[in-house]
């Protein structure tokens, strides 16, 4: 763009700045979209081409049905239940827990980072997925009286923390039996083995971590995949 057209758009936008007329300003704008783009558009055709891309936008968005939240979906022969949008994905839990009780940690710590369930989870669990289909989530470990010690965990599979467990109470199934969260009771080392946990009625809990308990494995899923 050549200084002569920068000065008259300049002027225009001069002019608009203290002229009220709303007439006369519509007119300069034109003319500024004119001069900006070397008089290769005309200032309709502008507005025209951007509606058009703006509309098939849209209607190619509306296509997309990601599942509401409570509303259930297989994948891979399992059962999901949607809870929300979290971290660019879609948070799930599966619809039915799994078959085996299991304990939070075979060695009684309330540690999610070291848990072995977590290293079940996502190792021999994990392979039923297709990697690319899921989006690593970071989980809040903070503890239920407030403890940031465990600090936090990426997994492609996880536990729901509390905190999501009451954000997104409504949606979550009801199921029949004890299950485990991931959130610790206390990281206060005399109180190692308490954890979280959810009883059948929706109450939460604690119980030692090497205790076994039903367990819902809960995963990110990448929005593509609905596409």
């Known amino acids: 763009m050549n200084s002569n057209i920068l000065r008259a758009i300049e002027s225009l936008c001069d002019d608009i700045a203290t002229d009220r007329n709303i007439e006369n300003n519509q007119k300069r704008a034109n ?9 290769i558009f005309t200032p309709e055709e502008i507005e025209e081409d951007y509606t058009e891309d703006d509309s098939a936008a849209g209607a190619e968005k509306d296509k997309i049905k990601f599942p509401k939240p409570g509303e259930q979906f297989e994948y891979n022969g399992v059962k999901f239940t949607a809870l929300g949008e979290e971290q660019g994905g879609i948070l799930a839990i599966v619809s039915e827990l799994l078959e085996d009780e299991m304990p939070l940690d075979e060695s009684n710590k309330n540690d999610w980072r070291t848990s072995s369930l977590r290293k079940y989870l996502n190792g021999e669990y994990l392979e039923q997925f297709n990697r690319g289909d899921l989006l690593p989530f970071v989980s809040d470990l903070t503890s239920d009286d407030g403890m940031k010690d465990y600090g936090t965990a990426e997994d492609y599979v996880f536990l729901l923390s509390c905190d999501l467990y009451r954000k997104y109470r409504r949606f979550v199934p009801r199921f029949n039996n004890w299950w485990w969260t991931l959130t610790p009771w206390t990281c206060n080392p005399s109180f190692a083995p308490g954890a979280r946990n959810v009883y059948s009625s ?3 809990s604690n119980n030692s971590a090497c205790y076994s308990n039903g367990v819902a494995p809960a995963c990110l899923f990448n929005p593509k995949i609905f596409e």
Do not use: D
């Not at 004119?34 to 008089?39: K, Q, V």
């Open 31 to 39: 003319a500024i979209l004119t001069l900006a783009f070397g008089g």
């Open 202 to 204: 929706g109450e939460v």
